[in-house]
């Protein structure tokens, strides 16, 4: 049984209803804000100049997004060449994050969840080019594995530590009761650990597949130039060109993520909106 | 549904062990040497040839995607790749795979200049000289001090002209109706107008402050030829001073520098500050069309001038399509490639082509531009033209600005 | 009795086998890159090395621009983990119906899918003195120029770049908080406090909030290195001086005098000896706290 219906179902514990009226009134405000941070960028993504005081763009044509299509500038090719790496790096680091997530709280030395925060401690020089000089050796540079293996160091450095941390207890008793019931190592995955952990997956999961979708420095580094990810094609725009471009450039690399988000919420909702 | 998931991704696992190296093959070993244009031309054909370059600005890149590249596929059968990257990006990846031991790279054509070309001519990271080799070397105006030298550095054929600019100020009109034209006058203005001038931390405001630190050691050609410390330290201690007195009227009381010429074109557009600059004298026109700068948006250089210097295109020694990245620089300094991007619309990038060795034709289109508006043409600037001093002074003033202004209270 | 031998080293090997993914998929390309960098510094590898030299570990420790950088760097990561942690820990303990809200879950997810540099533009159209908050102050007639606003990017205390990492890792921390609550239950907790005669005030506040705090330190320690380490929002968002350790780290690599890389390799190696010492350190803390 779950421990926060032993008490009663979770609705029940409010801390205050002042606290809620402010938070709920807190979270309108805030989404507001979300919608007219978008707003501004698909207005100014739609026009050209902005010059002060004016709210709106000083021409909204459409230009940069016709420029776009027609410099047949490899949009499509990039987005998807991102996609399958982050899918992969994803995927790799999730199995093999899970794996060690689970392996590390048995583990009495703690010097291996050392090692998991290590990567995080690295500055961004000494990744970009110490590891340029290592996948150099291996023969990985400006390669898609290479591109993986990299992105794969940080994504499985971080999903071995949210597993190991976020672990929940009622898993670990689950593992109990399956192995007094004679249940091999299979059965542990598959009826203790597995439908208990699936919403920690597919939050390790997206958060593994943003940071290889969003990355930049190792993609360019590792890659070489060569390998054509998305933000390759964009960040140049969003750091150098004009405010438009960069407003049209930052849609294009989020709006892929909203949309995929917006599915993941749905999945991620029905875990922590109904008892398992 | 979790037994799907896990196969899934267990799939997904298993592709990525059996993801490909993309690697460039090397190409055939066609000896470089003794061969002819005629044999260079013909290995290169049905080549892909990979160009690295700054690709921060869309038409630059449209120039490069849409016409180079269709036109490179129609004449000479090559697939162009454009890769972004320059500067300390190019230079970092040479160091670190020529230390690795790196013989085939993957890139075959760097666009460099400067301070890039001398670090990697330090780490001897360049094929050449090829430039004799291409066919339209004929027209490159090699006379012209601007072309042969870059950075007090004779070229000696390891990389190959490009284009040619003049570094401007630009200013709003609708707001600056008599532009400071010196020093003394910028300074003057200044104090009238406090927070409303300042110049980047980058290569376009370490450029102003050579512009001004020609004027601090005694004019014009006072700095040529190879580095004086005694020189550089006379007139830098005169630069500084001059700055300290300027900075805080400066925008934010100088205790900020825009990171880049493309934030200071940013607080031109907003009404922030009156000025901008840019390394490009045709730039203006371009990015008002763009919407960068404002229409009222006008460019000059200052009385006591600005620096000129070309940009080119160099072979890593490491190039793994040597062949075609030659024809790519033949055609790039062809006369049809450089009138394309001199038009103010395409780029408004200066020619490195003598117009008394083009054919009469293209000499009058040369002549002829269309679309240059915003600033005076580019003969009237190059009277007033600095050539680029030797670029130790490029890096000392970089880091006497951040210790003697930036980190000075 | 030798099958039961190896079935046990089987079974042992194929237990422990994570431990050889962390060895070869983190430790080991961790290794290379601090030998390579310590090598770099020491002038024993590199184009231009000319041999075993500690002039540039030298030059590193003597330039004074470190300790500020140092200095300035904690304050900024401080306080990023200071705003994160007080948002998200807000939500996850005061919202019962915002852990269960879709709005909330999107707007977070959609966050976290948002680059570092893209927030940093977004932030600068916003918050810039030109920006959208300054043009709708111009037009209720609250300014008359740009340079009326106030300065919140490229700010002295970098607010705009608090801002910025904030809302960057914000998300990553609320989620992990909000995930954390349903895995250890604590409204148990709560209804504990309360039915020993706390209010919900004190339940929530003194109870378990702290137990969060304990629980979620690792985030914590994260999302404070990870501010640490942050380049695209401090490089647009903050000034020249003081500048956060990466950005200077990153710009002196790319300075036009080849000769200072190995200046900037020390400075990288001091960074990871003293962030690496920092976490041994806070694991080693932990420890002795969760034995107790």
């Known amino acids: 049984m779950n421990a926060s219906t032993s008490q009663g179902s979770p609705e029940s514990w409010q801390p205050y209803s002042w606290s809620m009226r402010i938070v709920k009134l807190g979270l309108f405000l805030v989404f507001a804000i979300f919608l007219l941070n978008i707003g501004t960028l698909v207005l100014l993504s739609l026009g050209s100049g902005w010059s002060y005081p004016r709210l709106l763009p000083d021409q909204v044509d459409g230009v940069p997004w016709m420029n776009l299509f027609q410099s047949r500038s490899g949009i499509l090719r990039s987005s998807l060449v991102s996609l399958g790496i982050s899918s992969i790096v994803a995927s790799v680091s999730t199995i093999l994050g899970l794996w060690t997530g689970v392996g590390l709280r048995r583990a009495r030395s703690k010097v291996w969840l050392y090692i998991a925060y290590l990567p995080f401690v690295l500055s961004p020089v000494t990744v970009g080019l110490c590891l340029l000089d290592m996948s150099i050796r291996l023969g990985l540079a400006s390669t898609y594995s290479g591109v993986i293996w990299a992105q794969s160091i940080f994504a499985y450095g971080f999903v071995t530590i949210f597993f190991c941390e976020t672990w929940d207890v009622q898993i670990d008793k689950r593992v109990h009761l399956v192995r007094g019931l004679g249940g091999n190592s299979i059965d542990v995955w598959r009826h203790a650990i597995l439908p208990r952990a699936w919403p920690l997956i597919v939050v390790a999961w997206t958060q593994a597949a943003l940071f290889s979708w969003l990355d930049y420095g190792l993609v360019s580094v590792i890659g070489g130039g060569v390998i054509p990810s998305l933000t390759l094609s964009m960040f140049a725009y969003l750091r150098e060109a004009s405010v438009n471009q960069a407003a049209q450039s930052a849609m294009i690399l989020f709006l892929p993520s909203l949309i995929s988000f917006v599915i993941a919420s749905f999945l991620l909702r029905s875990k922590w909106g109904k008892e398992v | ?409 | 009795m030798f099958s039961n031998i190896r079935r046990h080293i089987t079974v042992g090997v194929i237990q422990d086998s994570w431990k050889l993914g962390l060895l070869g998929l983190i430790a080991l390309p961790v290794l290379w890159s601090l030998l390579y960098s310590l090598a770099f510094s020491l002038g024993l590898t590199g184009r231009l090395a000319k041999g075993w030299t500690t002039e540039h570990w030298q030059r590193a420790l003597m330039d004074g621009f470190l300790a500020r950088t140092i200095l300035h760097s904690v304050y900024v990561a401080f306080a990023v983990t200071c705003v994160v942690a007080g948002i998200s820990l807000s939500i996850a303990a005061f919202g019962a119906e915002l852990r269960r809200s879709r709005l909330l879950l999107i707007m977070l997810l959609v966050q976290s899918g948002t680059p570092a540099v893209v927030v940093a533009s977004q932030t600068m159209n916003w918050f810039a003195s030109g920006g959208m908050l300054s043009r709708i102050a111009f037009q209720c007639g609250l300014v008359q120029s740009p340079n009326e606003f106030p300065a919140i990017v490229n700010d002295t205390w970098s607010l705009g770049t608090i801002l910025g990492i904030s809302v960057t890792l914000l998300p990553l921390a609320t989620l992990y908080f909000m995930n954390l609550w349903e895995a250890i239950g604590f409204e148990r907790y709560c209804r504990l406090a309360k039915q020993l005669g706390c209010s919900s005030y004190q339940a929530t506040l003194k109870v378990v909030i702290p137990m969060m705090i304990q629980r979620g330190s690792s985030m914590l320690v994260l999302i404070f290195l990870l501010a640490l380490g942050s380049y695209e929002i401090p490089l647009l968002l903050g000034r020249q001086s003081p500048q956060m350790f990466s950005v200077a780290l990153q710009q002196r690599t790319g300075q036009f005098n080849l000769l200072n890389r190995p200046q900037a390799f020390a400075l990288a190696t001091i960074y990871f000896i003293a962030c690496s010492g920092l976490l041994l350190l806070y694991l080693r803390q932990r420890r002795r706290v969760n034995e107790r």
């Not at chain 2, 993957?106 to 360049?126: C, P, S």
């Not at chain 2, 300290?244 to 934010?252: A, G």
């Not at chain 2, 620089?329 to 395409?346: C, D, G, M, R, W």
Request: glycine share 6%; hydrophobic share 40%.
């Open chain 2, 1 to 409: 549904m979790m037994r799907n998931l896990l196969k899934l991704l267990l799939c997904a696992a298993l592709v990525s062990l059996g993801f490909s190296c993309k690697r460039p093959e090397p190409a055939l070993e066609l000896n470089l040497d003794s061969a002819d244009w005629d044999q260079i031309s013909t290995a290169a054909r049905g080549r892909t040839v990979r160009m690295m370059m700054w690709d921060g600005d869309p038409l630059i890149n449209a120039y490069m995607r849409d016409y180079v590249a269709s036109q490179v596929k129609e004449q000479f059968d090559l697939q162009l790749e454009i890769i972004g990257g320059q500067g300390n990006v190019l230079v970092n990846k040479f160091m670190l795979e020529l230390d690795a031991g790196r013989k085939v790279g993957d890139i075959d054509l760097v666009w460099i200049n400067g301070e890039t070309f001398y670090q990697l001519r330090q780490l001897k990271a360049l094929y050449g000289p090829f430039t004799d080799k291409l066919p339209n070397n004929r027209y490159i105006d090699w006379k012209n001090p601007f072309i042969h030298t870059d950075f007090q550095q004779p070229v000696d054929g390891y990389e190959c002209p490009w284009g040619n600019v003049q570094m401007a100020m630009i200013y709003d009109s609708s707001r600056v109706t008599t532009p400071p034209k010196n020093k003394e006058e910028l300074l003057e203005w200044v104090k009238q107008n406090p927070g409303r001038f300042t110049f980047d931390n980058g290569f376009t405001g370490m450029t102003f402050l050579k512009s001004l630190l020609y004027e601090f050691a005694g004019g014009r050609d006072s700095l040529n030829g190879p580095f004086d410390e005694a020189k550089y330290q006379a007139a830098s201690e005169k630069l500084w001073a001059y700055i300290q007195q300027l900075k805080p009227y400066l925008w934010k009381k100088g205790e900020t520098f825009p990171e880049g010429v493309a934030q200071l074109h940013q607080l031109l557009m907003n009404g922030e500050v009156d000025f901008s600059m840019s390394n490009n004298d045709g730039e203006v026109d371009n990015k008002a069309k763009q919407g960068v700068l404002p229409e009222t948006a006008r460019a000059y250089v200052l009385e006591s001038g600005t620096i000129r210097n070309s940009h080119y295109v160099g072979i890593p020694i490491n190039a793994p399509n040597k062949e075609a990245a030659l024809v790519l620089a033949n055609f790039l300094i062809s006369p049809e490639a450089q009138f394309k991007k001199a038009t103010p619309e395409v780029w408004g990038d200066g020619t490195v082509l003598a117009l008394d060795k083009l054919e009469p034709e293209w000499k009058s289109k040369f002549e002829s531009v269309p679309g240059r508006e915003r600033v005076a043409p580019r003969p009237e600037l190059e009277l007033k033209a600095l050539l680029e001093p030797a670029p130790e002074i490029m890096i000392r003033l970089h880091e006497d600005f951040r210790k003697r202004i930036i980190e000075s209270k």
